[in-house]
T-cell receptor, first 115, second 115 residues
């Protein structure tokens, strides 16, 4: 079956612009996570959605970052007023089970470059 | 807080050599432990996992045992192949203290296997 998909695969933007990154999780997966992978910081958790519950935003690095999940499926990560330090690969993962036992399936990522 | 420490790379081995990548963790409660692998040009994929102390995860000839007494989850393979060349990430997941099961990753270890 189809895995987690993300779009775009690459995004180049100018400093100060807003960007939107999209994630389509595996059908039926109720848990959705966003992470980012950068050379300096490694892999970091950003935000978590589970069903209709309020998201866990504890990993978002600043208030320029936000995310939503519509209809319990597709998620969009928005970065406002992008900075050069936002350059990274943004990864989305989904899981059928929430919590520590749920295996997370990762998408291919969106490589964001802020000039 | 929860954290994962894994040996720095890169690691270069000859084909059929024995592989060990060390991983230790700090966590409150009873985390699940994972090894993820990222092959060149591909996304993160789960290699193996263990959800409780003394469990052994295994897959594709790789093994790791959850050692609570030493807070370790070292990855081993008896005979590596060129196709094992990739970046390996140790990770933990915990729902203790309000965490929602998001993964906390080590920095990654790049493995190169020469023929």
């Amino acid at each position: 079956g189809a895995g987690v998909s993300q779009s775009p695969s690459n995004k180049v933007t100018e400093k100060g612009k807003d960007v939107e990154l999209r994630c389509d999780p595996i059908s039926g997966h109720t848990a959705l996570y966003w992470y980012r992978q950068s050379l300096g910081q490694g892999l970091e958790f950003l935000i978590y959605f589970q069903g209709n519950s309020a998201p866990d935003k504890s990993g978002l690095p600043s208030d320029r970052f936000s995310a939503e999940r519509t209809g319990g499926s597709v998620s969009t990560l928005t970065i406002q007023r992008t900075q050069q330090e936002d350059s990274a690969v943004y990864l989305c993962a989904s899981s059928f089970l929430s919590g520590r036992r749920g295996e997370q399936f990762f998408g291919p990522g969106t490589r964001l470059t802020v000039l | 807080g929860n954290s994962v420490t894994q040996m720095e790379g890169p690691v270069t081995l000859s084909e059929e050599a024995f592989l060990t990548i060390n991983c230790t963790y700090t966590a409150t409660g009873y985390p699940s432990l994972f090894w993820y692998v990222q092959y060149p040009g591909e996304g993160l994929q789960l290699l193996l996992k263990a959800t409780k102390a003394d469990d052994k995860g295994s897959n594709k000839g790789f093994e790791a045992t959850y050692r609570k007494e030493t807070t370790s989850f070292h990855l081993e393979k008896g005979s590596v192949q060129v196709s094992d060349s990739a970046v390996y990430f140790c990770a933990l997941s915990s729902t203790y203290g309000g965490s929602q099961g998001n993964l906390i990753f080590g920095k990654g270890t790049k493995l190169s296997v020469k023929p």
